[in-house]
């Protein structure tokens, strides 16, 4: 069957037609709106002031934002719970945001005096490895201060603090990672035998006392030798003990006190003794008391025509 041109371009328009909604129909059906989504948003913790550095943080520095979660800082805060109680590292200015970079826990990292407990002070009292128990006694130990006296003869050991917290042994303040502990070689292998951390040389320790006790810490190590005993741990007991001495240690009578004779009652005849000490000033003299005045003698007066006369009787 033949076409004619004009039947050919009318079938040709039509398969055009067709195709052309077919094809418009597929790629209306293939298009999606595109969703507009918002960037997610995350909570972060900004000062509200100027905090300065090495400063404990409390609520009222502390503001809470909004922040795109795309746009936050590495390692942010996000709630002021994580800061409060902690130290800035830095000077942190208002609107900063707070991250573990710019705060950090109360360590002696940040100062010794970050980790004195409250209402109590730091002291450091010289040591020995005999007295600072032979260098075991570590940062967060508890001990008991013991200090001996030389009293006239008398030697005295009494204890002088209890329970008292330990903040640093020479310069260490925090305690040693390896807490292993030697165990005797006559009972286990040596392949099998764990080796003690190395003890340093003790020279000092820095104790956690109130004021009234670092006064006694502190004449007690100048007039005294301190030791330090080591507690157990979390053994907060208090005992009372009464002081020791040499000789009760030795088992030793104390000496009889010998009664001293009564003085002798000094004779002034031999003078002033010496013994009672420089005499008494003598009294100044008083002087006598005037003579009463006697009375003027009365007369008789006599009138002799114009003439008076006066006349005394013996």
Request: charged share 20%.
């Amino acid at each position: 069957m033949r076409f004619t041109r004009r039947q050919a371009f009318a079938i040709a328009a039509i398969i055009g037609v067709v195709v052309a909604g077919l094809v418009y129909y597929v790629l209306s059906r293939q298009t999606v709106e595109p969703v507009v989504t918002e960037p997610e948003q995350v909570t972060i913790v900004v000062a509200a002031r100027d905090i300065p550095a090495f400063t404990t943080v409390t609520p009222e520095m502390l503001e809470s934002r909004e922040m795109a979660a795309v746009a936050a800082p590495p390692n942010v805060l996000s709630s002021p719970e994580q800061a409060i109680g902690q130290v800035s590292k830095m000077h942190i200015s208002t609107g900063q945001t707070l991250t573990r970079a710019t705060v950090g826990p109360r360590t002696a990292a940040a100062g010794l005096t970050f980790v004195i407990p409250r209402d109590h002070r730091a002291v450091t009292v010289a040591l020995d490895p005999i007295s600072g128990v032979g260098g075991f006694v570590y940062p967060g130990d508890r001990v008991d201060v013991l200090a001996s006296f030389d009293n006239g003869g008398l030697s005295v050991t009494r204890t002088i603090l209890q329970n008292i917290e330990v903040l640093a042994m020479n310069d260490i303040t925090v305690r040693p990672r390896d807490d292993r502990v030697q165990q005797p070689t006559d009972t286990v292998d040596d392949e099998t035998a764990t080796e003690a951390p190395a003890t340093e040389q003790v020279t000092s320790a820095t104790l956690a006392v109130a004021p009234d006790q670092a006064q006694t810490l502190i004449m007690s190590a100048y007039k005294g030798a301190i030791h330090l005993v080591l507690r157990p741990r979390d053994d907060d007991s208090m005992v009372s003990l009464p002081e020791q001495t040499h000789r009760a240690v030795m088992g030793v009578d104390p000496p009889r006190e010998v009664e001293e004779p009564a003085e002798p009652v000094p004779q002034m005849a031999m003078g002033w003794p010496e013994y009672w000490g420089a005499p008494p000033a003598p009294a100044a003299p008083q002087p006598e008391p005037a003579p009463p005045e006697e009375p003027a003698p009365q007369g008789v007066e006599i009138i002799r025509g114009a003439e008076r006369e006066v006349v005394i009787p013996d």
